[in-house]
Each structure stands twice: as C-alpha cells, then as structure tokens.
C-alpha cells in the first residue's frame, strides 16, 4: 500500500510530544471519542484501546504553548471524560512498519 517517509521532526527544530491516555465521556462510544480526538491539529495517533483508558493518543506540536493548547483542546470537547498527558522525553523504539501475520485455515 505505497511507502512510509519517516521524518524525525527534532531535525527540524523543537518539537514536543505527548501521549494521551483519554476515557471517554459516560455514554459515549471510544469510536466517537476516537474520531473527536482525530480531528484535533497535531494529534497524529488515535488508538481505541481495553484497559483504563478507552483512546490512546498521540500529538505534537512545535512550542510548549502550542501543546499546551492542543492538549486543552482534546479536554474540552464534549466527547471526553478525562486526560491524562504524559510527555515523551526519549524514542527508544519507533517502528512504523509491523508483521503481517497471515490466517491459514487448518
């Protein structure tokens, strides 16, 4: 389905990263929250997920300001219940491709 460009967006100058573990407002489906959340400048990843957060995020922005803001957003729509940020301070891994693992009928 085409190629991948990966980009470290540190060589072009300052960036901020932040994870986003969101639970989703009561009555609300993760999907709804998910597509709320997508829509938000900066945001990158919108993961549905089991656990204590029903959305995993991710996000970016070139100023401490600007992720402040885009943080402030995604807590502001009506969709979600509660944000938790948690700031990346380092990769150790980031890998965009994954293994395909095919079904066979046995």
Do not use: W
């Not at 460009?5 to 009555?27: D, F, H, M, R, W």
């Not at 885009?70 to 380092?90: A, W, Y």
């Amino acid at each position: 389905r085409g190629f991948t460009t990966i980009v470290n967006p540190e060589k072009l100058g300052s960036v901020y990263c932040v994870a986003l573990y969101i639970k989703a407002a009561e009555g609300v489906e993760a999907k709804r929250v998910g597509d709320a959340v997508a829509s938000i400048p900066g945001i990158c990843y919108v993961y549905t997920t089991l656990g204590l957060y029903d959305i995993v995020a991710m996000g970016s922005a070139p100023t401490k300001q600007a992720l402040s803001e885009m943080i402030t957003k995604v807590n502001s729509l009506p969709e979600v219940g509660e944000v938790v940020p948690s700031m990346i301070l380092d990769v150790v891994k980031e890998e965009p491709k994954h293994p395909v693992y095919l079904q066979t009928n046995a």
